[in-house]
């Protein structure tokens, strides 16, 4: 190397400007990185991309995952209002059976009411009328004059006079001193309805059957012998019960007894 240029070097060395352009040149190349710094920053941007990458992936998951739930609960929702109109159809449907059930138990109350009543005041008079109408066709003849017509209505406003029940009694009196009426039990029934029937028309009874029983001691007074009997004596059947007032104690019609 030429002497000259090499002091020509060192005197431009000592120059300000050379030592700082020098110093410049030297401060880049400390700053400028070298190889395995950059290879240190493309992994560490590999990785930052893989996290972003699953980050994102985990953020699809969750939305993913949000949305299944807010679906899911918007079934529940509908599922639980469906349910709740259920309820409110089968409590209206419970209210209107109760409903029902009180209606029916009031309809029954009052079909049995209706019944008892029927019982008390028409059953008996239908038995009794049936009585009359299976009367041997003699018997029904006789009673011509005192039973008016075959209907039931017409039985009952008939059998309910006074007049008629005396005249019903009579005829009882004469078929049972001969003693050949197979009628006379069905006769008795249809008497005693009748009686008590007429007694229910006042306030308190008018009339009250005998009591006459077997063992008693015979009374011209209070009885009528029947055929076949003994002057006197103790009654060993009675036949047909008379009956008396009530009021007065007056024997209206005698029993006829056996002697």
């Keep these: 190397m030429n002497s000259a240029f090499i002091n020509d070097l060192l005197a431009a060395l000592e120059k300000e400007e050379v030592v700082l352009k020098i110093q410049e040149i030297t401060t880049q190349k400390h700053t400028t990185n070298p190889p395995f710094q950059k290879e240190e920053k493309s992994e560490k941007k590999s990785e930052l991309y893989k996290k ?6 985990e953020l699809a998951e969750s ?9 899911s609960l918007l079934q529940l929702k509908s599922k639980l209002q469906h349910e709740t109109d259920n309820k409110t159809k089968i409590e209206q449907e419970y209210l209107r059976l109760q409903n029902k059930h009180a209606e029916l138990f009031e309809q029954h ?3 049995l009411q209706e019944r008892n009543h029927y019982k008390e005041n028409y059953e008996p008079l239908e038995s009794i009328h049936n009585l009359f109408l299976n009367l041997s066709p003699n018997t029904k003849q006789s009673l011509v004059g005192i039973f008016k017509g075959m209907t039931i209505h017409e039985f009952l406003s008939c059998g309910v006079q006074y007049e008629n029940l005396d005249s019903l009694w009579e005829y009882m009196k004469r078929e049972t001193i001969e003693g050949s009426n197979q009628d006379l039990d069905s006769l008795n029934e249809i008497f005693r309805f009748f009686f008590h029937a007429y007694n229910k028309i006042y306030d308190s009874p008018i009339y009250e059957i005998q009591s006459t029983s077997i063992g008693q001691r015979f009374d011209e ?3 009528i012998r029947g055929g076949n009997s003994k002057v ?3 009654i060993s059947s009675v036949l047909l019960n008379g009956y008396y007032n009530r009021i007065n ?3 209206i019609k005698k029993s006829i007894v056996q002697i």
């Design 249 to 251: 104690n007056k024997i």
């Design 52 to 57: 972003i990458t699953s980050l994102e992936k």
């Design 232 to 234: 006197i004596g103790e």
């Design 221 to 223: 007074d209070l009885h």
């Design 109 to 111: 109350k009052t079909v």
């Design 63 to 71: 939305k993913a995952l949000q949305k299944f739930q807010e679906e």
